[in-house]
């Protein structure tokens, strides 16, 4: 992910005004609070993650288009929480990172992956509401499952190769002065290259994607709007689907907005707009603070799905009626079967019928 996840010892140590950090109170608040806090993220995310995924395959349904991309953002997430528990206990470890250069990219560009695939699918769900709700006849052939599948595929593709700065540049190094090796990025070789990371991240991480989801949520408005002043009805089903478009929306900018705010603010220092020895240390820690803000949005979309997904709680309750009646007939079957055996090895207690 960002610069900020798994680095904080090694940026200290780049700059001696910050390198008493890591005897600092802020630091053993750190340690204190922010482990524990990964660690409920984590096993929280994780078990709600694949509720949802094994819900969208025990359903025997065809999945909508809609539900193809919702999970697929399950997925995104439960990709990403699996990769905290070594950011909890990189931290717990004081920064000095036990696992090797391997893991050190690997980890690190899992969490970049997952933030553009989750972006990009967002867009995505947007883009497909858009099409059944403004342009409904028009576009019906674009709403297919398989279409959906392929564009999927696609988004992991695209967030992997938008990763690859990530994977060029995350190393593990040895301080001297800490005794420690951290997984940090590593751009002593050129700066444009973070300048050029930062901006990606920035504009095509964020803004792009945002300004489509505006655009597509402005037009979904005026059409529900328009619908209603015309016909006097309003689909219920469509508007409870934009709802939790929004409602994931709107969370996943409250989550990652701050972070890229950071990113946005350390981008004007690398390019002198701001004054470094003035914004370094809150942007170290307010860095870090909004990054641990951003990965409570992978476990709390499963909560959203729940709430406002109609038809999420209506495959829950099918799944629980086809259980709830195959554990019934496999009891009935087990009586039946104990009652013949009986009859079987016990013929006197048959008694015959008489007329």
Known sequence: ????????????????????????????????????????????????????????FAHKDRLTVAEVYLGNLALADFALLCGLPFWAANILNSFDWPY?????KLVNCVMTVNLYTSVYTLVMISADRYLAIVRTMKARWLRRTRYAKVICVFLWIFGLSLSTPTMLHRKVMYFEEFQMTACMLDYSHGSSWKLANQVLLNVV??????????????????????RKESVGLQDVN???????????????????????????????????????TVWSHALDVGGQVSAYLGV???????????????????????IYRRAL???????????????ASTYIHRPEQIKPVVI
């Open 100 to 104: 090797g250069e391997a893991l050190c």
């Open 325 to 339: 009646r195959s554990r019934r007939g496999s009891d009935i079957t087990t009586y039946q079967r104990s009652v």
């Open 205 to 226: 991480g964020f803004v792009i994607p945002t300004l489509v989801i505006v655009s597509c949520s402005s037009s979904i408005v005026k059409a529900l709007r328009q």
């Open 1 to 56: 992910i960002p610069k900020y996840c798994v680095v904080s010892a090694a940026q200290w140590a780049e700059n001696s005004s910050l390198s008493k950090s890591l005897t600092s109170l802020e630091f053993v608040t750190v340690r204190t609070i922010v482990p524990p806090y990964i660690i409920t993220v984590s096993v929280l995310g994780l078990a709600l993650n694949a509720f949802v995924l094994c819900v969208f």
């Open 238 to 276: 469509d508007t409870k689907a934009t709802v939790l478009l929004y409602a994931v929306t709107l969370l996943f900018i409250l989550c990652w907005g701050p972070y890229q705010v950071f990113t946005f603010l350390d981008t004007l220092c690398d390019i002198h707009v701001l004054d470094v």
């Open 296 to 318: 409570l949005n992978s476990a709390l979309n499963p909560v959203l799905y729940v709430l406002s997904g109609q038809y999420f709680r209506k495959k829950v309750s099918s």
